[in-house]
Structures are given as structure tokens and as C-alpha cells.
T-cell receptor
Framework: AQKVTQAQTEISVVEKEDVTLDCVYE???????LFWYKQPPSGELVFLIR??????QNEISGRYSWNFQKSTSSFNFTITASQVVDSAVYFC?????????????FGAGTILRVKS | NAGVTQTPKFRILKIGQSMTLQCTQD?????MYWYRQDPGMGLKLIYY???????DKGEVPNGYNVSRSTTEDFPLRLELAAPSQTSVYFC?????????????FGDGTRLSIL
């Protein structure tokens, strides 16, 4: 069965610090997809990034970067020079290619608090 | 550019009452989903649909029902509201294409059962 673990329940940093959010997953499928979503205090869920299991390239988008390591079943998310606007709950999610309906399994989320 | 629209945004119900949470999407997505989010928890899948007329149970379907008569609409029905159903409910949709297509979420319905 698929499972996503976000071991960090809550992280607090001071503005301009770098912060890494961990995501570890379990799956028996050889083809799968990983996602990160952001939930700001306003409550909506915002899609950030997706990664195919066969594409191990890391990705950088502005201050955000993602490190996908198949060998350790991890898909970690780093925010460089954090800002107060980064304060949110961040969810990692997994979908298996063979799963009917492409359902997502979510981790419990990590609360990020960035203090000025 | 509406995307996924959920109504109402907030609702308070008494124990035993029933209600329908509405969800509409204008992106012509075949796949639609209902989740609940409890405090400090991730999202749990209640029901999902891969097209009009087709629905399936997710991880936590007890106490809920759904229907999918059109591609656009995917209402969630609570028949006998219980305090355990106090939660934030999210509807999502995605295209039926490649598995790496993201789900797009509505803004959520905050439901309290008293």
C-alpha cells in the first residue's frame, strides 16, 4: 500500500533562513508520481510541483527547489531565503500509475512558520 | 477562470440533519474527488469519480454519498450529520490524461456539526 510520511509536524524559522521539508514515501509500483501542495492560512490548496518516478532531475523554481532521491524514497522541498509569505502548511502526496482513478495519498503535512 | 467551485463556504448543522455540499468544475475534467481535512491531519479521500455515472468509495466513505450525473457536478451528501463529520471538505478535479496531472482544488467548505 502507498504511504507518505512527513515527519516534521511543525518548523519555525526566522526570515531569510533556508528550510527543508522532508517527504518519504512507500510504494510497490515502479511508476508513480509525487506532488507538493501549499495550504496558506487562507485555506486553499495550491499545486507547487509534480515529479515522475522515472525523472530524477532536481528542480529549482526561484527560491524553491526539490530533491528527488529514488534510492531513499524521498522527495524533499527546500525554500531558500524564506519569507513570511512562505508561512503555510505544505503537503507531499503520491499517486501510483496503476492506481484506478489516479488517487492521491497525502502526508499529514508540515506547518512552516516564518518569523520576521 | 472559475476552476473548481464549492458551495457553501461555511455551514453549521445540528446532529441528525442532512445537507449537500456542492462542487462544480468548468475545466471539463473527467476525474473528481472529495476529501476531508481534520485539524493537524492530511487529506483523506471520501469518494471519487472517473466520469459521469461512475463513482467509487475512497478511504473514509461511511456517512457520505455522492452522485455524478454530469461531468461538471459532483455533490457530496451527508444524510445524518454526526459530530465526527465536523471537518473541512475539499473537492478536486483533474484531467483523465497522464498520471502526473495535478488535482485542482476548490477553496473548501468548513462544516461544523453541533
Amino acid at each position: 500500500a502507498q504511504k507518505v510520511t512527513q515527519a516534521q509536524t511543525e518548523i519555525s524559522v526566522v526570515e531569510k533562513e533556508d528550510v527543508t521539508l522532508d517527504c518519504v514515501y512507500e510504494t510497490r509500483d515502479t511508476t508513480y508520481y509525487l506532488f507538493w501542495y501549499k495550504q496558506p492560512p487562507s485555506g486553499e490548496l495550491v499545486f507547487l510541483i509534480r515529479r515522475n518516478s522515472f525523472d530524477e532531475q532536481n528542480e529549482i523554481s526561484g527560491r524553491y527547489s526539490w530533491n528527488f532521491q529514488k534510492s531513499t524514497s524521498s522527495f524533499n522541498f527546500t525554500i531558500t531565503a524564506s519569507q513570511v509569505v512562505d508561512s503555510a502548511v505544505y503537503f507531499c502526496a503520491l499517486s501510483e500509475a496503476m492506481e484506478y482513478g489516479n488517487k492521491l495519498v497525502f502526508g499529514a503535512g508540515t506547518i512552516l512558520r516564518v518569523k520576521s | 477562470n472559475a476552476g473548481v467551485t464549492q458551495t457553501p463556504k461555511f455551514r453549521i448543522l445540528k446532529i441528525g440533519q442532512s445537507m449537500t455540499l456542492q462542487c462544480t468544475q468548468d475545466m471539463n475534467h473527467n476525474y473528481m474527488y472529495w476529501y476531508r481535512q481534520d485539524p493537524g491531519m492530511g487529506l483523506k479521500l471520501i469518494y471519487y469519480s472517473v466520469g459521469a455515472g461512475i463513482t467509487d468509495k475512497g478511504e473514509v466513505p461511511n456517512g457520505y454519498n455522492v452522485s455524478r450525473s454530469t461531468t461538471e457536478d459532483f455533490p457530496l451528501r451527508l444524510e445524518l450529520a454526526a459530530p465526527s463529520q465536523t471537518s473541512v471538505y475539499f473537492c478536486a478535479s483533474r484531467t483523465s490524461g497522464a498520471g502526473n496531472q495535478p488535482q485542482h482544488f476548490g477553496d473548501g467548505t468548513r462544516l461544523s456539526i453541533l
